[in-house]
């Protein structure tokens, strides 16, 4: 562990991040520490400090919807229009830069393992709004399902699930892994399911059973915890990034996507279930079947090779990235995911590990050498 928070202090030193929150869970052995500040020049970062995981809240919408499939509540399989009937008999893009009208029915309606996936059919293309008329009418319905969630869309879930289904799919279902709003749609489908909001279920099915009393989506301003300000690189330094307040009061759409605060704690709380093949407590969260198919890759190589740089050369299973093996046999490997606000988490069940890190630096080439940094110190310690 020092030899970890040695190389995180000399990136705080560096002036690329104020501070950080690191935790490594090993053959159950748990240890956390914390390093630098909470802001530039001010109170040591305590080791519960409070993060915005953003997209790191993706493999927790996985595990409730696998859940609630443990339970009967959903089938992975059947098309989500029981649940989601405005995602029923959907359109299709004849061309993914062609105007909104022009489509051809879906081959086939889309399933819950399609989202779970990233393979609904809908989500980010990395390119100007302008070049794409599916971009400007997402962004002209305020559907917000791609970029920063500063603010998150200001629609409620059932007005938002509408105008989503008022759009045609990009791709057809199954075919093309596209990031980000497979997990917004799946907030949706959970709620409705479990006939519970959101946030419930994710309290009654998965904080409360393991422990995770500061996961949320909000902080109240009256609240004892705060959450540590927000920075980002600019001209070779760090300044203040405006969260608009986002995770201070409730919003209209909990975002399944990347809309949940927490503590490096409590998240290794979650990733040494999963570690443990869904056990917790002496109880079983979920079944090692499903945490199998969790974390197995279910994209074909033609789905990696056009996933694009979000996905690089890993994998997916649900609500998370596969990581292969590196060359020479030293470094990350297993699964996890990241958070764009600074945060990243990864399972290596062959070397029976869980380490998360916390920063509260946006993502930047600086960012990812802290990132590339941490695991090189992680996996030199092993060894």
Not at 94 to 103: A, I, K, S
Not at 143 to 154: D, F, I, K, M, Y
Request: aromatic residues 8%; negative net charge; charged residues 20%.
């Amino acid at each position: 562990m020092q030899r970890v928070a040695d190389v995180l202090s000399a990136h705080v030193d560096a002036g690329r991040l104020p501070g950080a929150v690191f935790g490594i869970t090993r053959r159950g052995d748990t240890q956390i520490r914390s390093v630098g500040t909470t802001t530039v020049n001010g109170p040591a970062m305590p080791p519960d400090a409070l993060f915005r995981i953003t997209s790191m809240t993706r493999p927790v919408t996985a595990a409730a919807t696998l859940i609630l499939a443990d339970r009967g509540r959903l089938s992975l399989d059947e098309p989500v229009d029981r649940l989601l009937p405005e995602l029923a008999d959907r359109g299709v893009l004849r061309r993914l830069d062609g105007p909104v009208d022009d489509t051809v029915p879906a081959e086939r309606p889309i399933t819950a393992r399609d989202l779970l996936s990233m393979r609904g059919g809908f989500g980010m293309i990395l390119a100007p709004p302008s070049d794409y008329p599916i971009l400007e009418a997402e962004a002209d319905l305020g559907l917000r399902s791609v970029g920063p969630p500063v603010p998150a869309t200001n629609h409620e879930p059932d007005e938002w699930i509408r105008r989503m289904g008022t759009l045609p799919l990009m791709e057809q279902p199954g075919r093309q892994w596209r990031y980000c709003t497979g997990s917004m749609i799946l907030g949706v489908l959970v709620a409705r399911a479990a006939r519970e909001p959101l946030g419930s279920v994710y309290e009654e099915d998965l904080f409360e059973p393991l422990g995770m009393r500061d996961t949320a989506f909000f902080v109240a301003p009256d609240d004892p915890r705060t959450v540590v300000p927000c920075y980002q690189h600019a001209d070779g330094s760090l300044v203040p990034f405006d969260d608009g307040a986002t995770w201070s009061h409730p919003r209209p759409f909990p975002d399944g996507g990347a809309g949940l605060l927490s503590t490096v704690g409590d998240y290794l709380r979650f990733a040494a279930t999963l570690l443990r093949h869904g056990a917790s407590n002496g109880g079983q969260l979920l079944s090692p079947e499903l945490v199998s198919l969790m974390t197995t890759d279910h994209l074909s190589p033609g789905q990696r090779a056009t996933a694009g740089p979000i996905l690089g050369d890993r994998g997916w299973g649900f609500g998370v990235s596969i990581v292969a093996e590196p060359d020479g046999g030293a470094g990350p490997k297993g699964y996890g995911w990241s958070g764009g606000f600074g945060t990243v988490w990864l399972n290596d069940p062959a070397e029976e590990l869980a380490a998360v890190l916390c920063t509260q630096v946006l993502a930047s080439d600086a960012g990812f050498a802290v990132e590339a940094g941490f695991w090189d110190a992680v996996y030199r310690a092993l060894d």
